[in-house]
Nanobody
Framework: QVQLVQSGGGLVQAGGSLRLSCAAS????????MGWFRQAPGKERDVVAA???????YYADSVKGRFTISRDNAKTTVYLQMNSLKPEDTAVYYC????????????????????WGQGTQVTVSS
């Protein structure tokens, strides 16, 4: 069993930056594929970025070049660095994890993940 605890987020002006963190409990974090999702009011939860435990990454087109997903297995933490934020990035952000045996894999569908963080609000003002 893994617990994911998120931190970071908040209110920022357009063009600003925020970093989200997701700390995982458990000893097998290094074998987890991790993802960040977001859900805006009235919209579905969409993938933002994902990372396999071997380091391969995926980014949604809307955040490419602005967001960076990374992981520190020693700290059992995954990060989402968000730069050049736009009002349309406003949403509740969630981290998610799934134990996988092939480090090349990461997942972009929320239904693929087994564990979820509590969510954190990111608000970008214009």
């Amino acid at each position: 069993q893994v617990q994911l605890v998120q931190s970071g987020g908040g209110l920022v002006q357009a063009g600003g930056s925020l970093r989200l963190s997701c700390a995982a409990s458990g000893r097998t974090f290094s074998k987890y594929a991790m993802g960040w999702f977001r859900q805006a009011p009235g919209k579905e939860r969409d993938v933002v970025a994902a990372i396999g435990w071997s380091g391969g990454t995926y980014y949604a087109d809307s955040v490419k070049g602005r967001f960076t997903i990374s992981r520190d297995n020693a700290k059992t933490t995954v990060y989402l660095q968000m730069n050049s934020l736009k009002p349309e990035d406003t949403a509740v952000y969630y981290c998610a994890g799934k134990l996988v045996y092939d480090g090349a894999y990461y997942y972009t569908r929320d239904t693929a993940y087994d564990y979820w963080g509590q969510g954190t609000q990111v608000t970008v003002s214009s």
